[in-house]
């Protein structure tokens, strides 16, 4: 897959710099995004126009040469490292090697990401190249519109998603109830655990991978960042959020479903009903022209006018809508653009999640997510699975 | 657990700044350890002598005070957050927000890890805050001395990663070979896919997880970082490199072995032997005391002296032995020490890998890999497999 980078070349002209400057390995998208290449240490690319890679070592050279998209590979062996060490020492030797190599393309200015690494930077600009930190990243807000190819991959990543998800629920309705309300499958005690590896074996089968698995019941589901532990119980929300890559393509689906055992209680189902009216809100706000923050309000007025607390209504409370409304997916899971109150102008080929939500540890959790792409008329919904509350 | 933080105190103290820094999310290693916790969107943590926890949203709030071990967390909102917003606009009023943070203790200055983001550091220098990127990261140094609790942690995933072994070799050992020499289980074509599914499955149901596994034969396993695919073949090396992690502790383990279907050419046979002596080499030189540095070196020499080109004797050889001798393991697969040309002074608790291995896209790879435990008078072997190339 070649990106589009003409906005990257855009970039580099309005901000009046000669290249765009990586430090990282590829488990850092915009590295992976931009090199087209797959490793697990740092390594250096730079975009001036052309794509050049720069390793310390030559242990990628040759794969690198083969696999990646960069016009130009490099090692510091090339630009006489081992000198360099002897001239200034190994923790200076890294920076005259960079400024030689950006030197070799007549860069001496670059833009990084916001989170690029501050040694790297502090060394160019004691050898006079200007290092700028560009605000979100541009390569970032990139990778936020989606080609058909990727689209594709997301959408075979949300199959595999779907045959889990299914998975998990056959589990949970195979279930019987103990007389503790605890759940058990062949007399064994059914918990969070056992449901996640359950999860984490059908996307291995299916190509994918996920060790972060939320499977929460109870008290833990009100933390929407807990994992979970421990016996499920019936009658209470479990809130399972499956977000995989896939293994080929490294892009990601996301979906959470909220599952009860029998019937919860009057509040989670009101709940539950709400936090749909919720997901519909933010769907018919949902299109090409609109803002992320648009979508989100519309997700905080059900919830408000319902009489449930919000970070828009309270920046400090804890239960309630306590997060955003969705983000992108790609790459990474979490990624551009942004369903909330920093969310900006959406665009045909933004894929972003819709996951309202309640919260308070006296309750529970409640969460309902669908993962959609934007279409200038409105949006294709990705999800395949049904919302069905008791199981 | 709670790290042993003395050497921080020290090199605080020897720096002469007030804090260390970091802003990071969790798989940033160097940031769970100093925060105990564990989440996937960046904080910021503080260590002053005390722990102190910074959270853009109220997200992790309540789970941070509950679950991190820090002494204090506390949120951007604490910090007058929408006011410096409207003050100073969104992209400045982080800095503010920070700076204000540090100032509540009294830190004018701090020391940040060499991977520290740019956009943070360039913000805290301009409010007048004094940011140096020290060398390898001090926190990073720490973690390579494991506790005995830590190395509990790394032969529980060893186990685990014996198992996964355990599986691939009985995978290998049950093919038939095919008329084109390509192996096959139950009539079907036999590939580098089908056995790491294997793996990571049976790493899946045993608490841990990985979805990078090495299944490499042929000339992919001349690669050292090619992660292999598509058929396997007879009387070929196959290098099969697991490095799961422990889901539950977060440390990982580290094995590989080569196997061949039948018995391989001479070549591989002589090339396996001499790893195995390179390897017995690194044991005999390996103890507190001796220097990474040094115990590469035992492993160049036996490879040398049998006429194989390494990178010692020749910079830019891409055959041979391509890569150094080890690295620590633990919360990262790859961190500190090093048993390379710049490995320093071994120390009791350092975990580390031992992997001589030979490349040639002409012959294939053959690599052995143990995981191992300095000792004050040598070390000792976490690893429980055997070394037998033919299955």
Redesign the interface.
Known sequence: MKPDLSALDAYLDEAGVDGYLLDADSEASDQYYLSGFD???PFVTLYDGETHLLFP???????AKRESRADTVERY?DFDH?SKIEEHG??DAVSYVLADFLGSYDVDSVA?P?????????GLRARGVE?T?D?DGVVTEIRATKTDAEIEHVRAAQRANEAAMQAAEDLLASATVAADDTLEVDGETLTSERVK?EI??TL??HGC?L??TIVACGADAA????RGSGPLSAAEPIIVDIFP?D?ATKYHADMTRTFSKGEPSETVREWYDLTERAMDAAFEALEAGATGEGVHDAVCDVYEEAGQPT?RDD????TGF??STGHGVGLDV?ELPRLSP?GGDLEPGHVVTVEPGLYDPAVGGVRIEDIVVVTEDGYENLTDYEMSLVV
Chains 1, 2 share one sequence.
């Not at 933390?223 to 807990?226: K, N, S, T, V």
Request: hydrophobic fraction near 30%; avoid cysteine.
């Open positions: 490793a697990p240490d070592r030559s242990l990628e050279f040759g794969r062996v081992q190994t923790e990084v916001p989170r690029f690494p501050l040694r790297t930077a502090d290092v930190a605000t590896e984490e074996v291995l089968r991978s060790d972060e933390d929407p960042h807990d890559r293994k970070l920046e400090r409370t804890e306590i997060h979490h920093t």
